[in-house]
């Protein structure tokens, strides 16, 4: 079965640390996947997306991922994070018309 | 560009009573999506109308949830009768076009449902 999996489900960090969050998919073939993120308070949005093409994404506020498709992984980046990225922070593949979600991972910046 | 809207933004009611969800979503976007999260989990695809057509409802519970479309614009998401399991946030999503797995879904703010 399609499936896609957060390994961190909390991580703390201090402003300036970088920041990487794990993502692995299962599916065959051609993927689309995703990075999203909840603010508190505030509705998802997206981060950035991968379906084709290079395979370092690159998103907003400075986030970035690398589909490596040999590890099935899709990981999340930023060199330097900051209060503000105090959010939570979904996965999500798909192959067809449906979108799966990975259970999320709440990220705390301290100041 | 408004966003996707979503009414109401709470709702407690108790179980086996029924509930009804409202969504209008991004002008001119083809898809809608309805989402169930329950607590610690991610969004979970309840139904995708693509237009006034559903597209996919695999893992709407049929038996008690109830959704439509009828012009092709705005959706509800109805629960009758309501479980206990049932409490969750509530995601509407609007895509442009097909709906096709590489498109961007906007989300609105979600209800956020408790059941008694």
């Known amino acids: 079965a399609q499936s896609v999996s957060q390994h961190n489900h909390h991580v703390i960090l201090s402003e300036a640390a970088s920041l990487e969050l794990g993502c692995n998919y299962s599916y065959g073939g051609t993927v689309n996947l995703f990075w999203y993120v909840q603010y508190p308070g505030q509705h998802l949005q997206l981060l950035l997306k991968?379906?084709?093409?290079?395979?370092l994404v690159k998103g907003i506020k400075g986030f970035e991922a690398e589909f490596i498709k040999s590890k099935f992984s899709f990981n999340l980046r930023k060199p330097s994070v900051q209060w503000s990225d105090t959010a939570e922070y979904f996965c999500?593949?798909?192959?067809?018309?449906?979108?799966?979600f990975g259970t999320g991972t709440l990220l705390a910046v301290q100041p | 560009e408004a966003g996707v809207a979503q009414s109401p933004r709470y709702k407690i009611i108790e179980k086996r009573q029924s509930v009804a969800f409202w969504c209008n979503p991004i002008s001119g976007h083809a898809t809608l999506y309805w989402y169930q999260q329950i607590l610690g989990q991610g969004p979970k695809l309840l139904i995708q109308?693509?237009?006034?057509?559903?597209?996919?409802d695999s893992q709407l519970p049929k038996d008690r949830f109830s959704a439509e479309r009828l012009k092709g614009v705005d959706s509800t998401l109805k629960i009758q009768p309501a479980k206990l399991e049932d409490s969750a946030v509530y995601l509407c999503a609007s895509s442009l076009d097909l709906g096709g797995s590489g498109e961007t879904q906007y989300f609105g703010p979600g209800t956020r449902l408790l059941v008694l």
């Open positions: 999500a593949g798909g192959a067809t018309n449906k979108l799966i």
């Open positions: 109308f693509q237009n006034n057509g559903v597209v996919d």
């Open positions: 991968y379906f084709s093409g290079d395979p």
